[in-house]
C-alpha cells in the first residue's frame, strides 16, 4: 500500500479514511458503533475498516455511511486528507 504525506505524517487512503470516519463522528457526537447502526453497516465492518484489518472499503460502503449522516460523497471526501493522494498502482 503506498503512503501519502499530510501534515506533517505519512498516511495511507485506507489511513485517511479512517481518519475521515472519525472526524464525522466527532463533529456529530456519534461513536462508530452508531454510525455503523444508522448506516445500515454490520459493525464488525466498520470495525474493520477504523482498526486498520480492512483497507479496501468500497465506494458502496461510503455510500451507505454518506446516506446515513445525511451527506453527500462530494462532503465526504471534501476534506484536505484526500487533496493530494495520488492513484494507487499495483
Not at 463522528?25 to 482498526?51: E, V
Not at 471534501?78 to 493530494?84: A, K, V, Y
Amino acid at each position: 500500500m503506498r503512503n501519502y504525506y499530510w501534515e506533517g505524517f505519512w498516511i495511507s487512503i485506507g489511513s485517511a479514511i479512517n481518519n475521515r470516519l472519525h472526524e464525522l463522528c466527532r463533529d456529530r457526537g456519534i461513536t462508530i458503533n452508531k454510525l455503523a447502526t444508522i448506516s445500515g453497516i454490520t459493525q464488525s465492518t466498520l470495525s474493520n475498516i477504523t482498526s486498520g484489518r480492512n483497507n479496501s472499503m468500497t465506494i458502496v460502503t461510503v455510500k451507505k455511511i454518506c446516506d446515513g449522516l445525511g451527506i453527500s460523497l462530494r462532503d465526504f471526501f471534501d476534506s484536505p486528507l484526500f487533496d493530494e493522494l495520488d492513484q494507487e498502482v499495483r
